[in-house]
């Protein structure tokens, strides 16, 4: 998982394996640069052809079912997996895959540069591999968080997606996501209303200028442009706020130089820059928009009404924006949705998660 500072990010991850009658395959599919992507099928009892649907993640190199364990997770919370199978019980085939470059999937050529646009194109090949099986009837996309960015990239791609599902999914830009994000946890840490404002206030200026190179290269002007904005960010919080977050004058060289590692590489910057309204707006298919009412990596009340709105502009025939109360970012019932409560909760993935995305993909599959 991306751990920033300045971005919670659009974490995910990793529930404990349910006993079940359905059956499991494993296996691999093509994507573009060389890449071959493994992944498992899971497959209902009784007589196809399935519905089916391709699970995306989000953010940060996970395999399959969710892993590897990280410490803000219970041990062993695997909900790709648990997902996978509460779906695949309801009667819907799935397929869940390794990210490139993590578990049995192969990397492309530049690991470096890999965006959130090559991982729609695996998304898209994922697709293709369901739709050439016998077994399957229709196909949809199931994306969380960035998964959910995604999801829309490879429906406008790949002719063979007949409908999407976006959870927890941005509906503004990065940029604007990372701003909130920040604003949340510099609260939480102590700093000042007045430090939050100047802090995020400097820190856009910069990243502003980083999603402005998204798709090149960052030379060495627009490099030192970013870090002396992100340098102004910590150096002009006022003393009890810079305390709060134990940054002191001689740390923050230290400081910009860690994080310009981070938030200068490619995905960094196209997440900045990406803006999901534009996909959104351009979709054909049928598309689900689910939120989580505690979740405080993509807060619905910033993101869900920005995505009716896309998708009040698009060409879907059938399409909706729903928020599951109680529910955190990773899907687990919780009490105040903080990413620090992730650990301290069950393994499980709470039922009305599955529950909603089933009822409404064998509606639409079946229309």
């Known amino acids: 998982m991306r751990a920033l500072l300045f971005s919670l990010l659009l974490a995910l991850a990793p529930s404990a394996s349910s006993q079940s ?71 819907i085939l799935t397929l869940r895959y390794d990210e490139r470059g993590v578990g049995e999937s192969t990397d492309g050529p530049d690991p470096a540069s890999v965006t959130t646009f090559d991982y729609a194109d695996d998304a898209a090949a994922a697709v293709r591999a369901l739709d050439a099986r016998g077994d399957v009837r229709w196909v949809g996309i199931v994306g969380h968080s960035e ?15 007949d409908a999407i599902v976006m959870v927890g999914a ?14 949340f946890a510099l609260g939480q840490a102590g700093v000042s209303d007045a430090g939050v404002e100047i802090f995020v206030d400097r820190l856009r200026t ?3 200028s980083l999603a402005g190179t998204a798709g090149g290269a960052v030379d060495e002007a627009a490099r030192e442009e970013v870090e002396a904005n992100l340098a102004r960010a910590f150096g002009d919080l006022p003393e ?35 803006d999901p309204a534009e996909p959104v707006g ?29 998708l ?13 109360d109680g529910l955190n970012h990773v899907f687990q019932r919780a009490q105040t949705g903080s990413v620090q409560e992730y650990a301290t909760l069950p393994a499980e993935v709470d039922p009305a998660v599955p529950e909603a995305i089933a009822a409404w993909v064998l509606r639409v599959a079946d229309e």
Not at 289 to 310: E, F, G, I, S
């Open 312 to 324: 009040d502009t698009s060409s879907s025939p059938d399409w909706d924006v729903v928020t599951l």
């Open 147 to 161: 998964g959910g960015t995604v999801a829309p990239l490879a429906a406008g791609a790949e002719p063979a997606v």
């Open 206 to 208: 910069a990243f502003v």
């Open 282 to 310: 351009a979709l054909r298919v049928p598309a689900l928009a689910l939120y989580l009412a505690l979740d405080q990596q993509v807060p619905p009340t910033q993101n869900a009404a920005p995505m009716r709105d896309a």
């Open 240 to 274: 009890a706020d810079a305390a709060a977050l134990g940054i002191t004058p001689e740390a923050i060289p230290f400081v910009v130089s860690q994080q310009m590692q981070s938030v200068s590489g490619a995905w960094y910057r196209t997440f900045l820059a990406l």
């Open 170 to 183: 941005a509906g503004i830009s990065g940029l604007d996501i990372v701003m909130e994000q920040n604003r």
């Open 21 to 91: 009658a359905f059956a499991e395959e494993d296996i691999t599919f093509a994507s573009v640069d060389g890449v071959t992507l493994a992944g498992t099928v899971a497959v209902p009892d009784g007589d196809g052809p399935f519905p089916a649907v391709v699970l995306v993640s989000g953010s940060g190199l996970q395999d399959r079912d969710g892993g590897p364990d990280a410490p803000i997770f219970p041990t062993g919370y695997r909900f790709y997996r648990d997902l996978a199978h509460a779906l695949t019980e309801a009667g």
